[in-house]
């Protein structure tokens, strides 16, 4: 009899879990919250929009987008059959470019570079960075912080930059308010959804290089979905893994563990108001941290010191919404950051890239483009209300974000953004207004803060058959995203093969990839690490 593995949650991360089991013959189900498939990434179509047998609207949690450093989910993505396709993955379009747009000023459009040496990558960070009306001193201070990053040991960057905050590391309060406003606040809020104040240097300055490698070296900034996620991906995923045996039960809550002695004996759900209980030889929990922490007994902390802290990871709001045009507004060909917008909103022009979709199909017919846009920052005041998102209504969230937009691309005479050409909008239901002043988020989205690496458990707990997928997980991603889910799942299936005694291939992991001029710098900062030297500094370059 095959070993029957019960994945709880059908997010990306128990996707993918899912597929890398059912590829190795073990027998799979899915256990879903939602009558969706997809987790965060799934399309959430707006209720009651399309008429005379159109589609209704596609909105989104917040636009899918694929960095050039993700690895693990498009070799997923990669044995994932498309009609008309080889793979899912031929559904992912190259952007070429990224617009950094400020209120009221000239956007600045970046383009890839090749940098060859450290000279090279100095004056690369410099010309990425100039222009955008931080000092030149404070670029190149900005760009030294940078090049310490990719020169410190793996050890170093445990040890020490885990411990520190990214504005401190890059000496924020001791700059002006555009080094604080672009690139303290700006990049970080915007690209990794965290405040520069709390966010983990290892985890907000590595990931904010890997991005800018996207940029320089790697051809390109990022992937984008050719048609609305569902449709292009998740769809023919859960297809596919149904034809191979996965069995998906959906509208499944998680109410409780049962545990023994020896680990997990079971796992309570409820189904249309009754409770019933799994069993199963092995369980992968694909579940947020803010539902995991709270199914976590004490009995599983006993078990499992590694889940004792769940509760002392932070989560945030990311959200997206979409603003449906009569006509496309095309704008740069990839992402538009708006550096100094209070609600750190980025968004995508979405019809250019969507080639597996016609807008005219959905909706009442009449939308030309879509705008989505994300919005990061939930508790800054707005430039039109003066109060946060999260104090907001749903149309003065609405109003504010398209404002926002407004102020930094309706500059010198142009105005690609017109009232009258806004058809309608849809704001993720996920934010959810029990009263006028106080929204509530039911999938928010974890941070990387300052030391907080420490609470944050293994694919492989202490519990034998409790395995774990999501994004909270330990993994070289080390970022709340699609690429970490998947990279748990690979981790977690590969623990369970080594204890079923699997001759099957193992799921590949791979870390993060960094450029090769700089691994003998970081051969000797690691002499002086284990030294007990602190990095030497780079001094003139």
Known sequence: MSCKVAILGGGVGGLSAAHELIERGFAVSVFERSNVLGGKARSIYVPNSGTGGRIDLPGEHGFRFFPAFYKHLPDTMMRIPFAGNVSVFNNLVHTTRIEVAQAGKQPLMLTGRLPQDMGDWLLAFKDLFGGIGVPDNEVLFFADRLLTLLTSCPERRVSEYEQIPWWTFIDAANHSNSYQTLLAKGLTRSLVA???????????GYILLQLIFGILTWGGFDRLLSGP??????????????QKGVQFQSDTTVKAFKTDATGIAGVTIEQGGQQSDIVADYYI??????????????????????LANLGSLRTAWMNGIQFFLKQDVPLDHG?????????????????????????????????????????SDWETPGILYGKPAMQCSAEEVKDEAWAQIKAHLNVGGAEPIQDANLLSWFLDPDIQFPNPTAATNLEPLLINTA????????????????????DYVRTYTDLACMEAANEAA???????LTKTGSTATPASVWPMREPDCFKPLIDYDRLRFNMGMPHTGLGPI
């Open 285 to 306: 929990a694909a579940l947020p941290v803010e539902v995991m922490s709270g199914l976590v007994t004490d009995q599983m902390k006993a078990l499992a010191p590694s």
């Open 451 to 470: 030391n907080s690496l420490q609470y944050r458990p293994n694919a492989d707990t202490e519990i034998p058959n409790l395995l774990l997928a999501s």
């Open 490 to 496: 690979r981790r977690a299936v590969n623990t369970i």
């Open 194 to 204: 965290v405040r520069a104040q709390e966010g983990s240097t290892r985890t907000a």
């Open 335 to 375: 992402h538009t950051l708006y550096a100094d917008s209070p609600w750190a909103l980025t968004s995508v022009s979405q019809r250019q890239f969507w080639q597996q979709a016609n807008l005219a199909n959905y909706g009442d017919g009449q939308v030309g483009g879509l705008l989505s846009a994300d919005i």
């Open 229 to 242: 996620t569902s449709e292009v991906w998740l769809s023919p995923w859960t297809q596919y893994l149904s």
